[in-house]
């Protein structure tokens, strides 16, 4: 089997090159998933950055990276393969009917699955199975045969078992739950919010032309508002949107007036937005500017 990384460390390290922050428990089960061939499956809110590990890994072992996007009514011809209904016919129309012939590999069209299966000659590559619970129950139960035992099978045609199985990151945002026979051929991580430290760390890294300053109190406001009862907080995909915006309005620190007009970047739900808006939000920021200022003081 193929070594990726030599322990979770070099992982860690591999892919903050790549501007990628991960932590000591989340580098261990993608480490020990790298290493034993087993599926990540990655659980957790939209926006904690479960989508973007896969993106990241593609690009520290330069390896391609398929990606499935699932969604309600998702079947076998989307995310496997079909067949060219259309060639087929063009044959038949040309006086050939050997079936055979017709259901060979030069009709068949292959889907995200069926390649990730099969890979290519420079090895195997990354299958990122997103947002798996907005998909139905049946197709989560066509996926087993494929994370059991590497192949997938065609009626007309046989089984096609891969050469070297892809690494496999599944993603859920939990909208639903998962069935437990699929998550027993993979590991497991819950993906929740970074801590202040780490998620300063990633805005100093995604956003680096943010002022000091302003990096701070945006982590600071967002850290304090996933406290309030809020129907969705914001992830670290709209942290790091937030400080992009505030940067192209040239803002470099924070004040009440702009917290207020660019709120609809961290929050997408109105009656979050009317939940927090106006005097909630400024309670936020004067209570933000006071830690600053003790936490100021203590350094001094």
């Known amino acids: 089997m193929e070594k990726h990384f030599d322990s979770p460390e070099s992982l860690i390290n591999s892919l903050k090159h790549s501007s990628y922050i991960l932590n000591q428990q989340l580098a261990v089960s993608l480490y020990l998933s790298l290493a034993r061939g087993k599926p990540l499956f990655l659980e957790g809110e939209a926006g904690v950055g479960k989508t973007e590990i896969a993106k990241t890994l593609s690009i520290a072992l330069k390896k391609p990276l398929i990606r499935l996007q699932c969604y309600e009514g998702l079947d076998i011809n989307q995310a496997a393969y079909e067949w060219n209904y259309g060639r087929q016919l063009i044959a038949i129309q040309n006086g050939n009917r050997n079936e055979s012939d017709l259901f060979s590999r030069d009709y068949l069209i292959e889907r995200p699955l069926l390649k990730a299966i099969e890979g290519d000659d420079k090895g195997n590559n990354i299958l990122l199975i997103d947002e798996l619970d907005r998909a139905d129950e049946a197709f989560e139960a066509y996926l087993l045969e494929i994370l059991s035992d590497w192949q997938i099978s065609i009626p007309e045609l046989g089984t096609i078992e891969t050469k070297t199985p892809p690494i496999v990151i599944i993603t859920s945002n939990r909208t639903r739950e998962i069935h437990d026979a699929l998550k027993r051929r993979c590991y497991y991580h819950w993906v929740g919010f970074p801590n202040k430290e780490t998620e300063l760390e990633i805005i100093s890294m995604r956003v680096p032309e943010a002022a000091n300053d302003l990096q701070k109190q945006v982590v600071a406001f967002v850290q304090n508002l996933r ?17 992009q915006a505030l940067v192209e309005l040239n803002c470099v620190a924070l004040d009440p007036q702009t917290i207020d007009s660019t709120i609809g970047v961290l929050l997408k739900y109105q009656d979050d937005i009317s939940k927090i808006q106006g005097s909630e939000a400024g309670k936020i920021f004067n209570e933000i500017m006071i830690e600053r200022k003790r936490i100021d003081k203590e350094e001094e």
Do not use: F, V
């Not at 406290?227 to 400080?243: C, F, M, Q, R």
């Open 227 to 243: 406290e309030k009862n809020l129907y969705k907080s914001p992830g670290i995909a709209e942290t790091i949107d937030w400080a």
